[in-house]
């Protein structure tokens, strides 16, 4: 009896033990049957869970009678047990409880459960950081009280050498910021926003492309997390050139093609919206020249959060799984000081890049100028002829040793630009994230600023747009637009306010202006008052008394206006121009792509509480952006949808 009781235990807890684990997959869609990428599922009760793709598509191995919790934002969380079956497809219905995100430009701050949620969870953390470091208090293993500094400075680190950082270590090796804090210090740029400008006065109009993309991924984090948007976050530009458009590839001699389209302001019928497109020509990436890539990694004390230099590591592993043999790497980290933690190494030892990578821990404080020195002496020692030289910075931006102003970081970045090295900033983490000091760095170092929230945003920065991101065809682009008085009452550009240029900058090659990566598609929208129109938006200017200003009919009464660019190519410092007329013609058939983007600008107008959105709501964007889904193949206009569904 007692050596059956005893077969039956073990039997018991071998099947516990070894209960069987499969590998299960499915699609997650909301009830009209749309992918829902960026949702989550997890174990319940574990913290195994995953990110669904943008075909709506996870896998995640589980045992049977395990339940999988899957949730999106705006959405019910839905619980399945785990069966025989490896296949579970799951439809998530829409919440009723519209409070789950609170979106607003002014006024008081509410947040969501999630955002609480978060709170509760950082304030658990740190009480319990402070237990384990009181009870380690006398181990030899701890290094709580002590503060060791960085001593690399300038001297290079051996390849793959582990660096000491200021900050407590726990017993398991992490590193514990001891400034932890909840308290939001975000900073941006203030924005005037721009206003209608009368043609007789002010024909000109010139300013700066902008392939930056950061302010759309940081506005969906703040959505999805329920925060409040601050308005100068909120970057029309940005928010439109996020996306990729149905634009006609050059086939001149020229990087990029430009089109037109032209129709009725979806939000005010008395004006005409313009939409200028240009699309950078495609270049396939084993058609590139080698690459001589520095990451400039962050990891001081203010890195430590999960959304940041892990996410990072594994961003940049993303970008590792890219490079060719002709490439090469070198890792350049900053906290308390600078240091090389790897020489530059070919992109066929990928164990190699990945392990230094696997290396790095946060702690200590942020010397950022530093940091840019050395990674940019790096480059330039290591600097290939007609190649791609490059720089990627990833940070917070929140630099407090040295050099620390934004004037300090431009200065700074001005000179190292001369070098030839091209710079790419990319954005982690919340609360303290210094978008303002990012975005000038990436204006004055010939580069671009992303912000990385998720891994799928990381997937589409360093996965599906490698080349444009990392590679450029075109530098200094600059438009100036000429408007036909005769016909164009008022003007004004939407978006744009930090890129606009000086009229005598156009061909002025000592000004800097953006650069256009391989496929890169740039945006712009201009909202225009017809001669005759009857407007509130242009105020009366007295006569001039020295200048003629009367309007008349000339031989150009079909021209809208003239739109001129200038761009350099990458390894040069003289200007080509381009010239195209814009005739006075509403487009036939206005494109899935003109709804689209007019949706968007329309979204950051209400967001920005704008006076030029015509007391608009949310259902026109929405109307707007449903007629401009298009083909949509991986789901971001959807998402698009999704996120102004939720802040209704």
């Known amino acids: 009896m007692k050596k059956l009781l005893l077969l039956f235990m073990m039997l018991t807890i071998s099947n516990q033990l070894f ?15 749309l992918p829902l990428p960026g949702a989550t599922v997890f174990i319940k009760g574990t913290q195994t869970g ?64 999630n955002y609480r949620s978060q709170e509760r969870k950082i304030r658990r953390q740190q009480r319990r950081d402070a237990r384990r470091a009181k009870r380690n208090k006398n181990s030899s293993q701890v290094l709580q009280g002590q503060t060791t500094e960085v001593t690399i400075n300038s001297n290079y680190q051996q390849p793959g050498q582990q660096i000491t950082l200021r900050g407590r270590a726990s017993l398991n090796g992490n590193i514990h910021n001891s400034n932890s804090s909840i308290t939001n210090t975000e900073s941006y740029k203030e924005i005037n926003e721009n206003i209608f400008k009368r043609t007789a006065l002010v024909p000109l109009s010139t300013f700066s492309i902008d392939v930056d993309k950061a302010s759309y991924s940081n506005i969906r984090r703040m959505i999805n997390n ?13 928010m439109i050139n996020y996306f990729n458009y149905d634009y006609v590839q050059p086939t001149d001699e020229h990087p990029f093609a430009v089109q037109t389209e032209l129709g009725t302001t979806p939000w005010n019928s008395q004006t005409k919206l313009l939409k200028i497109g240009l699309q950078g020509k495609e270049i396939p990436l084993a058609e590139t020249p080698p690459s001589n890539f520095t990451f400039l990694i962050d990891i001081s004390g203010s890195m430590s959060s999960q959304n940041k230099l892990p996410l990072l590591v594994a961003a940049f592993k993303l970008m590792v799984d890219k490079l ?64 791609n030289n490059r720089v990627i910075l990833a940070t917070d931006g929140d630099f407090n040793v040295g050099n620390t102003s934004v004037g300090d970081m431009e200065t700074l970045i001005e000179e190292k630009r001369k070098t030839g090295v091209f710079l790419s900033v990319l954005g982690f983490g919340y609360g303290n994230y210094k978008d ?15 912000y990385i929230d998720t891994m799928q945003e990381a997937n589409k920065i360093f996965g599906q747009e490698f080349g444009g991101t990392l590679y450029t065809i075109a ?68 006569s001039l008394k020295y200048t003629k200003t009367e309007i008349t009919k000339s031989s150009y009464s079909n021209e809208l206006l003239t739109v001129k660019l200038r761009y350099k190519k990458p390894t040069e410092d003289t200007s080509i121009e381009l010239k195209e007329v814009v005739a006075n013609t509403l487009t036939e058939n206005l494109s899935s792509d003109f709804n689209f983007t007019a949706a968007v600008a329309l979204y950051g107008m209400q967001l920005k509480s704008s006076k030029y959105h015509n007391n608009t709501n949310l259902e026109t964007v929405l109307t707007l952006a449903e007629q401009g889904r298009g083909k949509d193949s991986n789901g971001y206009r959807a998402e698009f949808i999704r996120l102004v569904s939720s802040t209704k």
């Open 226 to 238: 329920g925060q409040e948007i601050p308005v100068d976050a909120v970057k029309i530009e940005e």
């Open 436 to 450: 303002d000091k990012l975005e000038a760095l990436a204006a004055k170092g010939n580069g671009n600023h992303a």
């Open 50 to 113: 995953t990110t669904i793709d943008f075909d709506g598509k996870y896998e995640i191995k589980a045992q049977q009678g395990q339940k999988l919790v899957f949730s999106y934002v705006g959405y019910k969380t839905k619980e399945v047990t785990v069966g025989s079956s490896s296949r579970i497809d799951v439809k998530l219905k829409t919440s009723t409880e519209l409070s789950e995100v609170v979106v607003m430009a002014h006024g008081r701050k509410s947040y969501s459960n």
């Open 324 to 387: 060719r043999p002709e490439d090469k790497v070198a890792i350049v980290v900053y906290a308390g000081a600078a240091g090389l933690v790897l020489k530059p190494t070919s992109g066929d030892k990928k164990n190699k890049i990945r392990n230094a990578l696997n290396k790095l821990s946060a702690g200590g404080s942020t010397a950022g100028g530093q940091g840019i020195e050395l990674a940019y002496k790096i480059a330039s020692e290591n600097f290939v002829k007609d190649g």
């Open 19 to 33: 209960a069987q684990e499969i590998a299960v997959s499915g699609i997650v869609t909301d009830d009209s049957g």
């Open 475 to 542: 530098k200094d682009v600059k438009l100036q637009l000429e408007f036909n008085p005769t016909i164009v009452q008022g003007y004004r550009l939407i978006g744009y306010e930090n890129r606009l240029l000086a009229d005598e900058d156009f061909k002025d090659d000592e000004k800097d202006a953006g650069e256009l990566g391989s496929g890169h598609t740039v945006t712009a929208l201009y909202e225009i008052i017809p001669v005759g129109a009857k407007t509130n938006y242009l105020k009366e200017v007295d």
